[in-house]
């Protein structure tokens, strides 16, 4: 089941607005997203630390990072010394392909190109 088959009346009805906010920017971003993706996703775009950001920026930093740790070759690339901005480029592709399958019409290669690659896991 992806997150656009899941109930949405009753998951908008559900949490604080900044919740149903991120979870309606999911379904817009990504409506492919596999619904064990999109709770994952979902949890990292709600973490304090993400909360000083507009919900629609904490749900892409969180869908990005999501992505590259559990759909690339990211996380072997860092236990194999590489920096993480060199792991990063080597992963745009995966992960843009991974987001391109859940139907997302965003690049990570053109997002990183404007706000450089540093400001995320």
């Not at 009346?9 to 409506?31: D, E, N, Y």
């Not at 992960?95 to 404007?114: F, I, M, N, P």
Request: charged fraction near 25%.
């Amino acid at each position: 089941m992806t997150i656009a088959a899941a109930p949405a009346q009753r998951a908008a009805m559900v949490g604080t607005k900044r919740q149903q906010a991120i979870r309606k920017a999911l379904r817009a971003l990504a409506p492919g997203i596999p619904l064990s993706d999109a709770e994952a996703v979902l949890e990292l775009a709600g973490r304090n630390q993400m909360k000083a950001l507009p919900p629609t920026t904490a749900l892409w930093l969180a869908l990005g990072s999501h992505v590259r740790h559990s759909h690339t070759d990211y996380d072997r690339l860092l236990a194999e010394g590489y920096e993480r901005d060199a792991a990063r480029f080597f992963v745009i592709d995966q992960t843009d392909d991974v987001l391109s399958g859940w139907g997302c019409q965003r690049s990570v290669a053109e997002s990183e190109d404007e706000v450089g690659a540093g400001n995320a896991s």
